[in-house]
């Protein structure tokens, strides 16, 4: 049988991932109104919103080890159809409590996507290729999230919102279950790990980074469009397009930082320096945000790129390092360790943001980046 188009593949990969990206991360659009329906406050509406990403900790490594097991397309065609279902019920949900665990229920059958589509990319790709694939592969979040940008400002209340998330994703499951088919299966190459990748400490040290890199991602993508309408008076639908332009421009980054780790032949080098690039720019928007400066709307894109740029390179990373006979299982953990920090980000900077300001929140941010700088391995860890 003739092997299918590896671009095509990874398209079709990309589609499953940015369907769930589309809830998990672009509910933050949805603030405005959640608020006003449900008469909820910042941190509280923060932990409703974070609720998808709680949701995906329950999951990703099962998922992985499904995609593993029995490969990418029946994982993603499943998680798919029950995150389907999920949404619709909660679009008929108006309690906080119940909408919740629904969406955390959303994101814990969404994230079969997040586990199975980083495979295609290992199982289609070449290594002197798989950067700038992966790069594409990780274009997917961004993608989604300027999807939900786009749409979800402009519609009436929160059950249309959920409703449109649901169409969104039973039609991206079809076009899986029809279209999609599985890497082969190759045995190990001469010097790649068959046990546990986890024995020796680069893994650990990718993850740990990749958590402290999620604050300023997270906290930029969160409470931009808070900021713009709260603080500098900008129309939601206006600002929801701004936040939707930078998610492209964090899409366009991923790409040209996957050509730079094929071409360097690395992707901790490349990791480390955005990570400090990451940590000046919010910074220099922290104090831009004090000062009450007009530079903090154009810092704020900047950050928004910018810390959106390096996540291809982490996942690259990681599948490289497990090997393909783990490479589902570590991608699920390394979406997991993300999640854990993505599921409580939200709510503790909206708490810091109630307390202390914007400017506080963006600070902390930079300050982690410089962490994931000095956690990131070296070279051969």
Known sequence: MRAPNRWVMLGLGMAAQAAGCVFMYGLPF?????????GLGLAQAGLIVGAPSAGMLLTLIAWGWAADRFGERPAMT???GLATAFLV???????????????ALAGASGASANAASGRVVLGWFPAERRGVAMGWRQTAQPIGVAVAGAVLPLMGSVREALLAMAAICLVTAVAVAFLVVDPPRRPPAAGERTGSPYRSPGLWRVHGASMLLVVPQFATATFALTYLVAERHWDPAHAGQLVAVAQFGGAGGRLLCGRWSDRARSRVRPMRRLALLNATVMVLLALAVQAGSLAGTPLLIAALVISMSGNGLAFTAVSEMAGSAWAGRALGGQNTVQNLVAAATPAALGALITQAGFGAAFGLA???????ALATPPEGA
């Open 30 to 38: 949805l603030l405005p109104v959640l608020r006003a329906e449900l």
């Open 78 to 80: 499943l998680g798919l």
């Open 366 to 372: 930079g300050a982690l980046a410089v962490a994931a």
């Open 89 to 103: 019920c909660a679009a008929f949900t108006t309690t906080p409590g119940p909408l919740a665990a629904l969406l």
